[in-house]
């Protein structure tokens, strides 16, 4: 693994299901976020994560939830998908956490997952 | 919370000409303006990033000002080629105790015409 990936690519969802979606970094950074993108808009944070063992909400949290059991992982599972969250979803993840400013900031983005829930 | 206003939201330009950005932010405790590129059907990738205690960085054909007074930063690509056409983004990261959360703003499509 090179970098960060995201499984999988794309995904066809029946509304009601249950779906992970996967983040993998080898990077060894601390900070990690899932971000959608829905079609011609920009990028809204549903999720973040800090560090190992703690996470935050974004901006679109509700109905996503997130776990951070270790620093390369960060799974966004949506419990029972419902048409609006058609969605691109982007992992990414950045070294950095402790001050703004301080350290490197950029944030890595992965490929994305396109997600399509019917 | 950070609020991040871009514009304009589409913009065409000839190749060859320049193009320019701008972005307003409301946090004044914001201290880092990244820019990143999304081509189509990519990733957002970071093209260039200005700190506050800096008021212009330039890398190559693109630069990136910023206002702290006037809260509101800019990028600017000179001499656009066809490879340029893409959607931009600035971000700023807002009031956290801890944690790099960007707020991006909405995206401006860029296309540069041959």
């Known amino acids: 693994i090179a970098g960060i990936t995201q499984a999988p690519t794309s995904q066809i969802l029946a509304a009601g299901r249950r779906m992970t979606l996967r983040c993998t970094q080898d990077?060894?950074?601390?900070?990690m976020y899932w971000y959608r993108q829905d079609l011609g808009l920009g990028l809204r944070l549903i999720h973040y994560?800090?560090?190992?063992?703690?996470?935050g909400k974004g901006e679109v949290p509700d109905g996503y939830s997130v776990s951070r059991a270790n620093t390369d992982d960060f799974p966004l599972t949506l419990a029972s998908a419902v048409p609006s969250q058609t969605s691109v979803y982007f992992c990414a993840s950045s070294d950095s956490y402790v001050l703004v400013g301080q350290g490197e900031n950029e944030q890595f983005f992965g490929p994305g997952t396109r997600l399509t829930v019917l | 919370g950070e609020n991040v206003e871009q514009h304009p939201s589409t913009l065409s330009v000839q190749e060859g000409d320049s193009a320019v950005i701008k972005c307003t932010y409301s946090?004044?405790?914001?201290?880092?303006f990244p820019w990143y590129k999304q081509e189509l059907g990519k990733r957002p990738q970071l093209i260039i990033d200005?700190?506050?205690?800096?008021g212009e960085k330039k890398d190559q054909r693109i630069a990136v000002t910023l206002n702290k007074t006037a809260k509101h930063f800019s990028l600017h690509i000179t001499e656009t080629q066809p490879e340029d056409s893409a959607v931009y983004f600035c971000?700023?990261?807002?009031?956290?105790?801890?944690?790099?959360?960007?707020?991006f703003g909405g995206g401006t499509r860029v296309l540069v015409k041959p």
């Open positions: 990077m060894r950074h601390n900070a």
């Open positions: 200005i700190r506050s205690n800096v």
């Open positions: 971000a700023a990261i807002g009031r956290e105790a801890a944690g790099n959360k960007l707020t």
């Open positions: 994560s800090n560090t190992a063992g703690t996470t």
């Open positions: 946090d004044s405790a914001s201290n880092y």
